[in-house]
T-cell receptor, first 114, second 114 residues
Framework: DTGVSQNPRHKITKRGQNVTFRCDPISEHNRLYWYRQTLGQGPEFLTY????????KSRLLSDRFSAERPKGSFSTLEIQRTEQGDSAMYLC????????????FGQGTRLTVV | AQKITQTQPGMFVQEKEAVTLDCTYDTSDPSYGLFWYKQPSSGEMIFLIYQGSYDQQNATEGRYSLNFQKARKSANLVISASQLGDSAMYFCAMRDRNTGKLIFGQGTTLQVKP
């Protein structure tokens, strides 16, 4: 297993456009998390899935954001009508709740809204 | 509410010397987990070390050790024999027991001088 994979690594989009990011977790991991990290800050929790069920959404996740994890495998995070304030690094992490305590992170998708 | 505080925005250390990165936490939950992650400029979050609240001994992983002082609610990271490749951002994080989500501190930028 090559670890958590995120695509694309970088995305530049014009304000008002929709963007979608993908995360492929470690295959046997049952929980998947999305975080947002702005420059010079620590990551902030956005949402998480247990298998295919989305169990919690942060208040940071406005109605322009939607996330899915069909069949409990990969996950997508979509941002509609992007705003300049959406510019950030979007990180995905996965864990196996019965396994090691640490979450494994992908390399992130850096979004720039111009 | 759970909170992580890292009060050192930036630290310098001479190559081959030891350095301590500070972390204090706040939680009312008697059971919790504390983590340190390293984030190089590439953006990926790399797990370094974990300490469970009920662990009797301080965690160690190679050159990394965690100075866990439960009564003071501190979990400082000690890096021994610093290397140039240790230059990065370091984050302390606490795991929510129910959801597994991580609450991160603001981070400390470490620069290792040759």
């Amino acid at each position: 297993d090559t670890g958590v994979s995120q695509n694309p690594r970088h995305k530049i989009t014009k304000r008002g456009q929709n963007v979608t990011f993908r995360c492929d977790p470690i295959s046997e991991h049952n929980r998947l998390y999305w975080y947002r990290q702005t420059l010079g800050q620590g990551p902030e929790f956005l949402t998480y899935f247990q298998n295919e069920a989305q169990l919690e959404k942060s208040r940071l996740l406005s109605d322009r954001f939607s996330a899915e994890r069909p069949k409990g495998s990969f996950s997508t995070l979509e941002i509609q009508r992007t705003e300049q304030g959406d510019s950030a690094m979007y990180l995905c992490a996965s864990i196996l709740t019965s396994g090691q305590p640490e979450a494994f992170f992908g390399q992130g998708t850096r979004l720039t809204v111009v | 509410a759970q909170k992580i505080t890292q009060t050192q925005p930036g630290m310098f250390v001479q190559e081959k010397e030891a350095v301590t990165l500070d972390c204090t936490y706040d939680t009312s939950d008697p059971s919790y987990g504390l983590f340190w992650y390293k984030q190089p400029s590439s953006g990926e979050m790399i797990f370094l070390i974990y300490q469970g609240s009920y662990d009797q001994q301080n965690a160690t992983e190679g050159r990394y050790s965690l100075n866990f002082q439960k009564a003071r609610k501190s979990a400082n990271l000690v890096i021994s024999a610093s290397q140039l490749g240790d230059s990065a951002m370091y984050f302390c994080a606490m795991r929510d027991r129910n959801t597994g989500k991580l609450i991160f501190g603001q981070g400390t930028t470490l620069q290792v001088k040759p």
